[in-house]
């Protein structure tokens, strides 16, 4: 139980391109989603909260109107990275929490690499 | 604010041999403590968590962990090492409060030498 899932889990795009990516809670419902974003040998920066049915809630720093998160179910959370540049190059790693399990344990899946030329 | 520490960037362990990742800790209140692995290119998996109870945490694949609050540490540890435990390992903690978010530590690379 608890596998969430993304895809794609790599992704080539021009600069200029908006880039979609979809995280799913596949035997789940989660009510909270969380977007990070990892550099290079480097920890998670958390970027936003994704609640099903409100508007997400974005960390200092993160620019909403360039990375636009959308959780319009119980098992599905988009972020969408418009007008990407070649610095939005990452690794993008979502997690979800399930009202139903046990304390506050985040599942995580397993992440998509952006690449912007 | 909450912060978690790694001291170690990197740990090298021979096959066999205990192993112990470090990690300590600053928050208000009680924490929610984690420990996760990352293999590379892959997202995060859960190993273990402390919440309240027993000190001592048993986790996924024969890792363990020790909540000491007066060090405000916990250490990750697994008594024999296996080459396939090299990854990337990140201790997390959940504020009271926090809405739930995961702080995390900055990481620690683990080598396990055959």
């Known amino acids: 139980g608890a596998v969430v899932s993304q895809h794609p889990s790599w992704v080539i795009c021009k600069s200029g391109t908006s880039v979609k990516i979809e995280c799913r809670s596949l035997d789940f419902q989660a009510t909270t989603m969380f977007w990070y974003r990892q550099f290079p040998k480097q920890s998670l920066m958390l970027m936003a909260t994704s609640n099903e049915g409100s508007k997400a809630t974005y960390e200092q720093g993160v620019e909403k109107d360039k990375f636009l998160i959308n959780h319009a179910s119980l098992t599905l959370s988009t972020l969408t990275v418009t007008s990407a540049h070649p610095e939005d190059s990452s690794f993008y790693i979502c997690?979800?929490?399930?009202?139903?399990?046990?304390?506050?344990?985040?599942?995580f899946g397993p992440g998509t690499r952006l690449t912007v030329l | 604010a909450q912060s978690v520490a790694q001291p170690e960037d990197q740990v090298n362990v021979a096959e066999g041999n205990p192993l112990t990742v470090k990690c300590t800790y600053s928050v208000s209140g009680n924490p929610y403590l984690f420990w996760y692995v990352q293999y590379p290119n892959r997202g995060l998996q859960f190993l273990l968590k402390?919440?309240?109870?027993?000190?001592l945490v048993k986790g996924s694949y024969g890792f363990e962990a020790e909540f000491n609050k007066s060090q405000t540490s916990f250490h990750l540890k697994k008594p024999s090492a296996l080459v396939s435990d090299s990854a990337l390992y990140f201790c997390a903690v959940i504020a009271p409060g926090s809405a739930r978010q995961l702080t995390f530590g900055s990481g620690t690379q683990l080598t396990v030498l055959p």
């Open positions: 402390y919440i309240t109870g027993d000190n």
């Open positions: 997690s979800a929490i399930s009202p139903g399990q046990s304390t506050d344990t985040q599942y």
